[in-house]
């Protein structure tokens, strides 16, 4: 019977270690995503630029040489792009996308709508720039709430493992 005590305190423990690396890598993976998609709109703006490309093609190729989760917000904005805007369907791909960004960075991510196919190819990069310089933003803040929370949140999940053996011991 002692081996089964130990062996559930045991468990509890591993699990909550578990749930503090789980929480902690939600910031890595955030800064990773938001690195991508800034990669993603230099893409973009050198394809608008130099290859003179619809927006659908290019949503189609970042959709099948991106991650899945910032893929599938390319994917599902050039689904979308068959019965409404650009400017449409991106905001509404950024909506429903499940991935590791907050909702700030959704915001500046939908401010990249507001020219994207309406205007011509200088527009269109002008509005690129400007989402980059706030993405830019975002990522700093990124970097340092992974700094400051990815070994918080590591080591709490520890500690309130070892606490909660500690009481049921």
């Not at 709109?41 to 130099?50: D, M, Q, R, S, V």
């Not at 700094?147 to 918080?152: A, H, I, K, T």
């Amino acid at each position: 019977m002692q081996i089964i005590k130990y062996f559930m305190l045991f468990c509890i423990l591993i699990a909550s270690s578990l749930i503090g690396k789980f929480l902690a890598k939600k910031y890595v993976y955030r800064l990773e995503e938001l690195e991508e998609i800034e990669n993603i709109l230099n893409i973009i703006k050198n394809k608008i630029k130099f290859t003179y490309e619809p927006i659908p093609e290019i949503f189609e190729e970042i959709s099948e040489n991106s991650s899945k989760n910032i893929g599938n917000i390319f994917k599902n904005a050039k689904e979308k792009m068959n019965e409404k805007s650009v400017s449409q369907a991106w905001e509404e791909a950024m909506e429903e996308s499940e991935n590791n960004l907050k909702k700030e960075d959704k915001k500046v991510l939908k401010t990249m709508s507001k020219l994207l196919g309406l205007t011509d190819v200088d527009g269109q990069i002008s509005q690129i720039e400007i989402t980059e310089r706030f993405l830019q933003d975002n990522i700093e803040t990124a970097k340092r709430e992974k700094q400051s929370n990815e070994r918080l949140y590591t080591r709490l999940g520890t500690i309130m493992g070892l606490a909660i053996v500690i009481v049921l011991f």
